[in-house]
């Protein structure tokens, strides 16, 4: 990564990676992302969802062959749906990722009861 940053135009806005973030109990790659890693300071970027959070970019952007692995190393399983629990006792808005996310956690944990509104509210 350093020796790419060394190289990118002036005019680039971001840079995406693939992520690789699920594996089956041998090690293969369930699932595989690309997602912005690295952008330009000065656009100001932002991120968005209460989990799951993406960076949303825009402009000139280009697709790295860099690859991350990610895997964890400690299971916090109740941590995203303590975080989506928690907004929705604030109040905290909800966009149409954070419920369709909110309601697989609960679906997770077997709340099926809990995911229909969740989901219906989706």
């Known amino acids: 990564m350093l020796k790419m940053k060394k190289t990118l135009p002036s005019s680039l806005d971001a840079v995406t990676i693939k992520d ?3 594996f089956d109990e041998s ?9 912005v890693r690295l952008v330009k300071c000065e656009k100001q970027f932002k991120w968005h969802g209460a989990v799951h959070e993406y960076l949303k970019a825009s402009g000139n952007i280009i697709h790295s062959d860099i690859l991350i692995i990610h895997k964890r190393i400690h299971q916090n399983h109740n941590r995203n749906l ?3 629990e928690n ?5 905290g808005p909800f966009t149409p990722r954070d419920l369709c996310y909110y309601g697989n956690k609960l679906d997770d944990y077997g709340h099926y009861q809990k995911a229909i509104p969740i989901y219906m509210d989706f």
């Open 27 to 35: 090690s293969n790659v369930l699932v595989s992302l690309r997602q």
């Open 20 to 22: 690789f973030v699920a």
């Open 87 to 91: 907004r929705l006792k604030k109040g």
């Open 82 to 84: 303590l975080i989506f």
